[in-house]
């Protein structure tokens, strides 16, 4: 059985770091990988990060260079963590740590991520909070 928990939210002000963990038990099937999703108010779920086991990473146009993702797998759990920098509020949002089969490319010498629709994750969290105001 496939449990997700995460946690690390709060509120920042803008220009602040935030830094969300994820742990994952249960994922047997090493071809999947892991994302973060952001729902903001009225706002459909949309991913901003994933990672493969092999290290592949993907993210949203609008978080790259201020989000760095990482998977570690040494514990019990599988834990994914993503480091946010350079927070603005429209990165305010309920963040949820989701996981189904990896799309991957080659592209330039390295594995990329896709980050597909929320609808075609197997596998989510209840969420935690993130808040960027002044």
């Known amino acids: 059985q496939v449990q997700i928990r995460e946690s690390g939210g709060g509120s920042v002000q803008p220009g602040g770091s935030l830094r969300l963990s994820c742990a994952a038990s249960?994922?047997?099937?090493?071809?999947?990988?892991i994302g973060w999703l952001r729902q903001g108010a009225g706002t459909q779920r949309e991913g901003v990060a994933i990672?493969?086991?092999?290290?592949?990473?993907?993210?949203a146009d609008s978080v790259k260079g201020r989000f760095t993702i990482s998977v570690s797998t040494d514990n019990a759990d599988d834990s994914v963590t993503v480091e946010m920098k350079g927070l603005k509020p429209e990165h305010t949002g309920m963040y949820y740590c989701?996981?189904?089969?990896?799309?991957?490319?080659?592209?330039?010498?390295?594995?990329?991520?896709?980050?597909?629709?929320?609808?075609?994750?197997?596998?989510w969290g209840e969420g935690t909070p993130v808040t960027v105001s002044s």
């Open positions: 249960g994922i047997t099937d090493r071809s999947y990988c």
């Open positions: 990672i493969a086991f092999n290290g592949a990473e993907g993210y």
């Open positions: 989701a996981a189904r089969r990896c799309a991957l490319s080659w592209r330039r010498g390295a594995w990329y991520a896709h980050i597909p629709p929320a609808r075609e994750f197997d596998y």
